[in-house]
């Protein structure tokens, strides 16, 4: 038997009413809420603020170590090299970025343990507070950058700040020695980086001409060079110089 929907419409609407009138309806009642302002609260304030900033350094982290260790050198020196060679994502990003990352450790190994036994074990232990630990924590990095940083660099952000100028290191502020430092690292960078396009581009004038005077000119001297340059990066055995080259440059 089909019952039509006329009928059915009816008949739930009643069922929800009648459902509906047999609950009583009683008012929902909020719990106090007390904000006290004492020791107590001062103190839970204390450990919130605490939490906030170790989840702001956490997320700065990444930032931290691209920007003050020898990462942004490396990165953009691998990148460099994958671009002349043509290879297109080859190696993918993924591996040079991760090579890019290993090479940073060791390299910066000894400020990290410099880091670790001067400033992170003391902290843990209690012997120092967290001014003082961060100050402790910078000077390592500081000097590293400072090896690294150009004087015209340097001079520049300086007067970009207004500050005077100073007679020492440490009369520099982190805030003018870090975006200076990062400069010098790029400059740096694609210094190695012209280096190495010059064989490449070699090769690709050769095998342009080549074709050229053969009437190939429907032919890409792209597609012709890459094997050559993959050939010689090989024989020379390019990923030994090329990272001799970047972890001695420091």
Known sequence: MRISPL??????????????G???AQPMELPPIEISLGEEGASNWGVGLQLILLLTVLSLAPSIVIM????TRIVVVLSLLRNALATQRM????IIVGLALFLTLFIMSPVFGQINEEAFQPYLAEE???EEALDLALQPLREFMFDQVSDRDLALFIEIAGEERPSNQEEVPTLVLVPAFIISELKTAFQIGFLLYIPFIIIDMIVASTLMSMG????PPVMIS???????FVLVDGWYLVIRSLV???
Request: without cysteine; charged residues 5%.
């Open 7 to 20: 009928v059915l419409g009816p008949v739930f609407l009643g069922i929800i009413l009648i459902f509906s």
């Open 22 to 24: 047999t609950v009583d």
């Open 68 to 71: 003050l260790t020898s990462f």
């Open 91 to 94: 190696p993918p990003n993924q």
């Open 128 to 130: 120092i507070g967290e």
């Open 216 to 219: 190939m000119l429907m032919l």
């Open 226 to 232: 890459l094997p050559f340059k993959i050939l010689l």
């Open 248 to 250: 001695t440059t420091f």
